[in-house]
């Protein structure tokens, strides 16, 4: 490549122009629009001449634009009399007539650069000579498209992107997804591909629905060029919420000369602009899918939209369920999997990162327990792949990339693939945020070569679909309770909000008045039977009610249902000894508090789980028949959990007691040591 780095340091190096003024992260909302424009200028330096001539002979008479696409051949123009060289003739106005050099940017241009937000900036470079400087600065770097190709200034593109994103450490990983993590990504996705895509005439479409800067599809497109087939017609498609990402991400696509029209979002309106919301690609299916969605991002925005369409099942995206609304990670990979190419037309694989909620976070019949059972149990999912904590810039968490296809192999229909690489990184010399650990190329190699083996191992196990499967029974157990009339259990009567609820009005004045104190009579005359009543203890409450009803029955109290309730509930405690409580139909009573649930292996029988694990533990304990699954209408409600370290874990014995004996020992020496030094 012809200078690369050079150009990118001479570029680099404009930015020292803001120190002291400016923010280390603002840096990039100056130099990279100004990149963006001076390399579209070198662009159309040679048809500049014809487009003003055409331009001024048809203004006002006809739509010029499509003539003036025509003419420049790259899909854009510009018909202001400036340029990067004239603008320094008038050193004075250089802000003025720089105004009127990007008004004159054919409308695709334009959008882009105001999605910068570069009149903000543009005002602030306003007075003294900095704006002057920059572009002259600018000005000598070479970006003709003699000197510099379109894939040449795309690297230079990115690595600005790239040097930005890591200087502004704080910021970086809202929008920037590190380069090696995409790579092990792409070599992941693309490998099982390798005979699709070498074939003659190959054409094929990528899609990012959170597309950022580009970095995923930009990586893309360049390892199938690089290592699989540099004939291959790639298309690429994004959508991205941030209207500065999403400048950037058009510019690169545009000064690479792809398709920029591809790359939807960036509207300040959220409905509009978020995939979420606003599917911009309605109807259109792609051969790859691949993303780092937000973590553990609120959805709320999109809330209405999503359930509007989750309410129209699999005819919409959302069919499978939706997630808690504190974390859209899951939406985002349904979104996707709708986006899979059909199989019948050669079928799609999706590449997704997550963080390890998406694995487990759920319980049975919960929305994202749903959703990861809709994936599993129509086979999509491949691979899932554990990498190490600290990999990027603005989260230490660690990771998980998630590999799905509708068109699997046969040896790995009904299975899926668990990689373990949290241990395949090395340390950086320099951390950038909390970007301490990367992966290296032999890294890679080693989980590439993991995956393509399909093998246990180690670091790889391979599991059938059903494994991450459970079936969740409820298990209840008997209520049991003792009933005693004393002054303790008298002064809990008390405190129990209908009893208390009898000596308050919500009437006013005296209305108000003569309620309340009726409301305390009440009160006196209930309290008067229940100290009249046998203060033995009952372990049996059927012959306890008897003894309570017949009192109240003679006194001619009458007791609410919900008084009732509340006072037996004051007066009861409960006893394993006592007698079990019955409903009406004489079956046992489940008490709530020992409710509880258990997750049998989806291939075992409940029944025999129940007599193995729970019977010889809680001999009372019964199964729950009366909550069944949705779907299957069986007892139990069914789930599925990748609980991927757990699979992994390996058992660390403690040390010896010797051992530690002798470390304490060894501290205590010390300690008295630095003790004696002190005291002399």
């Avoid at 001024?56 to 696409?69: A, D």
């Avoid at 990027?392 to 229909?413: A, C, D, P, Q």
């Avoid at 046998?534 to 059927?542: A, C, F």
């Avoid at 006194?555 to 009861?572: F, N, Q, R, T, Y």
Wanted: some cysteine.
């Amino acid at each position: 490549m012809n200078n690369f780095q050079n150009k990118v340091s001479l570029i680099w190096n404009i930015a020292e122009f803001l120190r002291g003024s400016w923010k280390q992260h603002e840096y990039q909302d100056v130099v990279l629009p100004l990149t963006v424009l001076k390399r579209l200028d070198s662009v159309l330096e040679k048809t500049k001449e014809k487009v003003l001539k055409e331009y001024n002979q048809h203004q006002g008479k006809i739509n010029v634009s499509p003539i003036l696409k025509d003419i420049t051949g790259v899909g854009f123009y510009n018909t202001s009399v400036y340029d990067f060289h004239k603008l320094l003739d008038d050193q004075k106005d250089i802000s003025k007539n720089l105004r009127n050099y990007i008004s004159g940017f054919s409308e695709n241009v334009q959008q882009i650069i105001e999605k910068f937000d570069f009149e903000k900036h543009l005002a602030r470079l306003e007075g003294g000579n900095l704006l002057y400087l920059i572009v002259k600065e600018l000005n000598k770097v070479d970006l003709h498209p003699d000197a510099v190709s379109n894939t040449e200034m795309g690297y230079i593109f990115e690595e600005l992107i790239r040097r930005f994103s890591e200087q502004s450490n704080e910021t970086a990983g809202e929008h920037y997804t590190p380069r090696e993590v995409i790579q092990m990504m792409v070599e992941v996705m693309f490998t099982m591909d390798k005979h699709l895509l070498k074939k003659e005439h190959t054409i094929k479409t990528i899609y990012d629905p959170c597309c950022g800067t580009g970095g995923m599809l930009a990586v893309s497109k360049k390892f199938i060029a690089e290592h699989i087939n540099s004939k291959a017609d790639i298309y690429l498609y994004g959508q991205e919420l941030n209207p500065v990402t999403y400048a950037m991400c058009k510019a690169d696509m545009l000064i690479k000369g792809e398709d920029a029209d591809k790359i939807k979002g960036g509207e300040k309106d959220h409905s509009k602009a978020s995939t979420l919301s606003n599917d911009q690609f309605i109807d259109q299916h792609f051969d790859y899918c691949i993303t780092n969605p937000p973590f553990g991002v609120d959805w709320r925005k999109d809330q209405e939209a999503v359930e509007r369409e989750a309410q129209r099942g699999h005819a919409g995206r959302f069919g499978a369920g939706t997630p808690r609304s504190s974390d859209g990670q899951l939406l985002f990979l349904q979104h996707m999997i709708s986006k899979m190419q059909n199989p019948l037309s050669g079928g799609g694989r999706i590449a997704i990162v997550f963080n390890g909620s998406p694995l487990f976070t759920g319980d049975a019949g919960s929305g994202e327990s749903e959703i990861r059972r809709w994936i599993l149990e129509n086979d999509w999912l491949e691979a899932i792949v554990a990498l190490t904590d600290q990999l990027f810039y603005n989260t230490g968490i660690s990771t998980y990339v998630w590999f799905l296809t509708n068109r699997k192999k046969h040896e790995r229909k009904g299975k899926v693939q668990l990689i373990d690489a949290r241990t395949f990184f090395k340390k950086m010399r320099k951390s950038l945020g909390n970007k301490r650990n990367e992966i290296t190329d032999e890294d890679r190699g080693h989980i590439v070569k993991l995956y393509e083996e399909f093998k246990n191992s180690k670091y790889s196990k391979i599991f059938k679909t059903t494994d991450f499967a459970f079936r969740q029974i409820t298990v209840e157990r008997p209520l049991r309770l003792n009933f005693h009339v004393s002054a303790e259990r008298i002064e809990r009567v008390k405190e129990q909000s209908t009893f208390k609820g009898l000596a308050e009005s919500k009437k006013k004045g005296d209305a108000g008045i003569l309620e309340i104190e009726e409301g305390k009579a009440f009160q006196k005359e209930v309290l008067s039977v229940l100290e009249k009543l046998d203060s033995k203890l009952y372990r049996n409450r059927e012959a306890f009610l008897e003894a309570f009803d017949e009192a109240f029955k003679k006194s001619g109290i009458k007791l609410p249902v919900s008084l009732k309730k509340g006072i037996l509930e004051g007066l009861s405690e409960r006893d394993e000894e006592a007698d079990i409580c019955l409903d009406s139909k004489g079956n046992p009573e489940p008490d709530s508090e020992l409710r509880d649930t258990e997750n049998v292996p989806y291939e075992q029988d409940i029944y025999e789980y129940f007599a193995k694990e729970v019977k010889p533990y809680a001999p009372d304990a019964w199964i729950d028949e009366k909550k069944v699954d949705d779907k299957d209408g069986k007892v139990g409600r069914v789930g599925y959990e990748i609980p991927v370290t757990r699979y992994f874990y390996e058992y660390q014995p403690p040390r010896a007691l010797e051992e530690i004996e002798a470390d304490i020992e060894k501290v205590e020496n010390e300690l008295l040591g630095l003790f004696k030094e002190l005291t002399k």
